[in-house]
């Protein structure tokens, strides 16, 4: 028998409001869910369900209303200002739909930048480790390009270095695949599901139910709320995966 794992994001009754004016918007409706290492969990659902919103509130970007967010044996909601920061420095990895490289930064100093900013490494160090992380990612010899000469796949693969570049228990990818073509979405999609392993996990925010099928664990929102999970032993190799 399999033993049971420990959850590496644990949600109880967590709600997250919001006050518009005269109304109050409830983003966020009573979630409790687990999440587990070395398992791609993806989080589907509509625009407007509450998808980015989850993901800002296990990231320590946005706090919950109520309920308890446990993240790599942290509570989320308990910590301070400086104790989120620290948390979103050490913890996790994000990526984002539309890259949010700095421009005027070649690709490796995109990835030495945040390296220089949360490590306390010798520069020759923050170097070397940028040319390894870029070099993982497939972009060895593209290293001193900048963004613009770069094609969206490549930027996504430096943002996915540079979240890596913390070495995170947690990487959080919103819609990474949403200004990519099919190939390249199928490549970035491959990566991220070769990162969920030695005890890491990975959170896809999506709308594109064809991207469930590579996920070991799935989660269905609606209007706020978990409408169903799945769990997947199998998941689909990413070659087959067609949407």
């Known amino acids: 028998m399999t033993p049971e794992k420990t959850p590496l994001i644990r949600i109880r009754d967590m709600s997250k409001s919001y006050q518009m004016?005269?109304?109050?918007?409830?983003?966020?409706?009573?979630?409790?869910?687990?999440?587990?290492?070395?398992?791609?969990?993806?989080?589907?659902?509509?625009?407007?369900?509450?998808?980015?919103?989850?993901?800002?509130?296990?990231?320590g970007i946005d706090s919950p209303t109520s309920g308890s967010i446990r993240v790599n044996g942290n509570e989320i909601q308990d910590l301070s200002q400086r104790g989120l920061t620290r948390y979103r420095q050490e913890s996790i990895g994000f990526v984002f739909q539309f890259f949010n490289l700095i421009p005027n930064l070649t690709a490796r100093e995109n990835v030495e930048f945040v390296l220089e900013y949360v490590m306390d490494l010798p520069s020759r160090e923050v170097h070397r480790r940028a040319e390894e992380l870029l070099g993982k990612v497939g972009l060895k010899g593209r290293e001193d390009h900048y963004p613009f000469q770069l094609s969206g796949g490549e930027q996504q693969r430096v943002s996915i270095a540079r979240a890596l570049s913390k070495d995170p228990k947690i990487l959080l990818a919103d819609e990474p695949t949403g200004e990519l073509d099919y190939i390249t979405g199928k490549m970035i999609l491959g990566l991220?599901?070769?990162?969920?392993?030695?005890?890491?996990?990975?959170?896809?925010?999506?709308?594109?139910?064809?991207?469930?099928?590579?996920?070991?664990?799935?989660?269905?929102?609606?209007?706020?709320?978990?409408?169903?999970?799945?769990?997947?032993?199998?998941?689909?190799?990413?070659?087959?995966l067609e949407w």
């Open 21 to 59: 004016g005269e109304v109050v918007v409830h983003a966020l409706n009573g979630i409790t869910l687990n999440v587990d290492p070395d398992e791609v969990t993806v989080i589907l659902g509509p625009s407007g369900c509450g998808k980015t919103t989850l993901l800002n509130q296990i990231g």
């Open 192 to 240: 991220l599901a070769s990162i969920a392993s030695d005890g890491r996990g990975v959170l896809i925010v999506t709308h594109n139910k064809e991207i469930a099928k590579i996920a070991h664990h799935v989660v269905y929102l609606r209007d706020g709320r978990v409408l169903r999970e799945e769990k997947n032993r199998n998941p689909m190799d990413i070659k087959d």
